[in-house]
């Protein structure tokens, strides 16, 4: 191979030993999959500088019953990876069956063996064959480790296919390897992570009426006015389990006044005004919990000024407290409380669009989310509906 091409395959190895080392180093605030990870790499090798890379790669990953395997084929398409093939399904007593248990690096050129390239062919499944869609002169080949072991297949390199691309695509399957299991980690971590609040957010709420029901409601709320915002997928996912945060400095309030009927008196008033400050507290300083601090600390805040803990007013509210605050009336109005009753959906929406002796929408509320939860209250209906009744207890994201 000439000194061009060797360098190529170091720039193309550098290119993913970097994307590994960049995760890692953000591993404690990107939220990623395996699979949106890997497809980069992927790019990266198919890429090839536009001067030496694979015209299609194909990744095989054992199923989790340990014995049918299961892949995919990528291809580029003006620069951008496009997933070629449905799911490629592969029988282990297939002639075509694939061993994830490589040794080492395979590289293979029809004319090491065959007399033709039409010959060469039929080594490979037609399935396969009809994906990468050019006839198959070459192939490098490597086992993937960890998790979700398997194998990588990259095809029709130019020229043939050598040793230098097979210690690159060695390179690319540890990654992938890496990443994935990475990533499986990471998602088991987030469960937990998610759990935990969920079961603070449910302590939080143990005093008042309709335990856990609210918060479900609010983080669903939150999450679809966020969606409609155009606000980022991350943010809106974040969003969608911070809510149920809003009122997590209610825990230092004491239940006689939660639960009091009829109105506090201005001492009682003054202590659950602080429950927004008490939120932040508890909430801590972890990154983590950046926007569900921000939610407790902000969703009583008025448009106007008028709102509390610190009398903020107009975009110098956080937008996530913004959100949560319309969640939050919208089902404070439908729900049963110590001192009202349930308001149905159409009752609800006169006082967003006209107020009451509590609620004055022009003054309270951002007016973008306001025009954006009138185009969407049809889906504030459902997800109320959808968590009363026999519904109303499911913890399920």
Not at 19 to 35: A, M, V, Y
Not at 63 to 83: A, N
Not at 190 to 196: D, L, P, R
Request: net charge negative.
């Amino acid at each position: 191979m000439s000194q061009e091409l060797c360098e190529m395959s170091l720039q193309q190895t550098q290119e993913l030993l970097r994307l590994t080392d960049e995760t890692l180093q953000d591993i404690c605030i990107k939220r990623f999959t395996g699979e949106a990870l890997y497809a980069e790499a992927v790019q990266k090798v198919l890429g090839g500088r536009g001067k030496r890379g694979p015209s299609s790669i194909y990744l095989v990953f054992r199923g989790s019953d340990g014995d049918i395997s299961r892949g995919r084929v990528f291809h580029l398409k003006e620069g951008e990876l496009v997933e070629k093939s449905d799911e490629i399904v592969i029988d282990p007593g297939s002639s075509y069956a694939i061993n994830p248990k490589l040794a080492d690096v395979a590289a293979s050129n029809w004319a090491d063996g065959c007399a033709s390239v039409e010959e060469y062919q039929s080594y490979f499944q037609p399935e396969l064959r009809e994906k990468i869609g050019t006839p198959i002169r070459n192939f490098a080949a490597y086992h993937i480790s960890g998790d979700a072991p398997g194998v990588i297949i990259a095809f029709n390199y130019p020229g043939k296919a050598t040793v230098y691309d097979g210690e690159v695509l060695r390179s690319l399957a540890v990654v992938i390897g890496s990443l994935v299991t990475i990533s499986n980690e990471l998602q088991e971590t987030e469960k937990a992570f998610i759990y935990t609040i969920e079961a603070l957010a449910r302590a939080c709420e143990a005093a008042e009426e309709e335990t856990g029901k609210h918060i479900l409601r609010v983080n669903r709320y939150a999450g679809v006015l966020a969606a409609n915002m155009g606000l980022s997928s991350d943010l809106v996912d974040i969003i969608s389990y911070s809510a149920q945060m809003h009122d997590v400095g209610k825990i230092k309030i004491p239940g006689s006044i939660l639960l009091k009927k009829g109105s506090l008196t201005r001492e009682e008033n003054e202590l659950m005004m602080k429950h927004p400050v008490y939120g932040e507290k508890i909430l801590g300083n972890s990154p983590r919990l950046q926007v569900a601090r921000e939610i407790a600390l902000s969703h009583h805040e008025n448009w106007d000024g008028s709102g509390y803990p610190y009398g903020l007013a107009g975009e110098n509210i956080p937008v996530v407290g913004s959100i949560v605050k319309i969640a939050d009336v919208y089902d404070a109005l439908r729900s049963k409380r110590s001192y009202k009753g349930p308001l149905s959906h159409d009752e609800s929406l006169r006082i967003f669009r006209e107020g009451d002796d509590r609620i004055d929408p022009g003054a309270h509320f951002d007016p973008v989310l306001l025009k954006t939860f009138f185009q969407i209250e049809h889906i504030f209906a459902k997800i109320y509906e959808s968590y009363t009744d026999t519904n109303q207890d499911e913890w399920v994201k």
